[in-house]
């Protein structure tokens, strides 16, 4: 049993992690871009809840939730094809910070699944299905050919 069981976790480790990042990437991309498109469709209403419900302080509403529906109309298309993942990571992540603070507290379970989602692409990349990949593949290719070239020519 124990031999048997042990298989299986190997075979489940070798699962492609790019695969998982690439998930990732387009779930917690889609909250924040479904959160953005219902703000732009009712905009009115979206005026009136961060007047109303959200209150974010310092900002004036109507400031906070064009600042909130344009991030989250861009920063996830970043996230969809993998582009300059990490740096999009950080406006998402204060997002939540805000929405944990101030608006939602009591929230913090979907917070924290998308906050450890978005840790980890931080912290891990967006994996090989992403246009941060082609490009770092390429000054890599870039970056060998040009030590080679050097190292053959002093």
Same mark, same amino acid.
Request: hydrophobic share 60%.
């Given at each position: 049993m124990t031999?048997?069981?042990?298989?299986?976790? $190997?075979?489940?480790?070798?699962f492609p992690l790019s695969i998982i990042q690439l998930?990732? $990437?387009? &779930?917690? &991309?889609?909250? @924040?871009?479904?959160?953005g498109l219902l703000k732009y469709n009712s905009w009115e209403f979206t005026v009136q809840l961060f007047r109303d419900e959200y209150k974010v302080p310092v900002l004036d509403p109507v400031v906070a939730a064009q600042m909130a529906m344009i991030q989250e109309l861009t920063i996830p298309v970043l996230l969809?094809? &993998? @582009?300059?993942? $990490?740096?999009?990571?950080?406006p998402l992540l204060g997002m939540i910070a805000v929405i944990q603070t101030f608006v939602y507290p009591n929230a913090w379970t979907e917070h924290l699944v998308w906050g450890s989602i978005l840790v980890f692409l931080l912290t891990r990349g967006p994996g090989t299905f992403s246009v941060d990949h082609l490009i770092a593949r390429r000054f890599r290719f870039v970056d060998t050919a040009h030590s080679h070239w050097a190292s053959a020519h002093p």
């Open positions: 031999a048997r069981l042990l298989v299986i976790v $190997r075979q489940l480790e070798r998930a990732m $990437r387009i &779930g917690v &991309g889609s909250v @924040f871009f479904n959160a969809f094809v &993998g @582009f300059a993942t $990490r740096i999009a990571t950080v």
